[in-house]
């Protein structure tokens, strides 16, 4: 069997050399429908998109164009709130501009940006289930109620800082932080390796910088779980398992509770004895799960 042959390209999106994506790019010119990545790591710098790449070269070769996105983890300059988040909406944005192959290059590829799919891990979890509802339900008829882009208002069409409307049709999250709250009571991302500098301050804190009490607007603003609904144009697909030990998988089960009650199309794949990194392996069961979920909401 013949391999597809997949080409790769990297562009910036912003200043910051982590406003950067890998793109994947199928056979032909497009335009092609978009996946975009976004990996975990619990929003630390320890951890960046090489964790992607195999779910990003297993996408390319089904026919999508794959953005492997990086954005500002904890420990960069500008990161946390609000500029993590809008990493996460202008790296999807990308899907809304004409990639040229290489430098020099007049060939340019044409991503189809009303087939969009956002796919994240762990953290990128939350920043998919995130862009998501920023991109799609923080319009109120043709008006932007979402903060503006105070850093990039230039480079939007009308100079206001508000995002293009992208046609997102499905979030994947795969073992998601679902609630900041949640997390940093719980206190994910302080213990091991990837702990905060800080001495145990909880990611989440670190991230929306400080307490549920002290800094309540971001949370507010930043949890998927306050974001619902999301919408029924969205298909959301959340995929855990039980026996993950960085995530517990209270977190999708919570979230989709109220995402359904609320009305949003969502469902949760819980895999027994799996736990946190399985995901992130192409050859595992629950991609071919991911895999079906694009296939149903974007091939058409």
Sequence with gaps: ??????????????????????????RGSGPHPVVALLHGGLWHAAVDRETMRAIAQRLARAGYAVLNLEYRRLGEQGAGWPGTFLDAVDGVSLATRPLRTGRGSRETVVLD????????????????LWAAAWLCGLWLGDEWIGPARQDSASDTPDGSGQPERIGVRAVVALAPVTDLRAAERD?????????????????????LGGSPVAVAAHYRLGSPLDLLPVGREIAQLLVHGDADNVVPVDYSLRYAHAAEQL????????????????LLDPEHESFQLVLRHLREHLDN
Aim: with cysteine.
């Design 1 to 26: 069997m013949i391999t597809p042959r997949i080409r790769t390209l990297t562009v910036s999106f912003g200043s910051h050399p982590s406003q950067t994506a890998d793109v994947y790019l199928p």
């Design 113 to 128: 940006a009303e087939r969009v799919a956002i796919v994240g891990h762990c953290s990128g979890g939350h920043l998919a």
């Design 187 to 207: 206190g994910l991302g302080t213990t091991g390796p990837r702990a905060p500098a800080s001495g145990g301050r909880p990611a989440a804190a670190e991230l």
């Design 263 to 278: 009305g949003d199309r969502v469902r949760v794949a819980r895999f027994p004895g799996m736990g946190h990194y399985e």
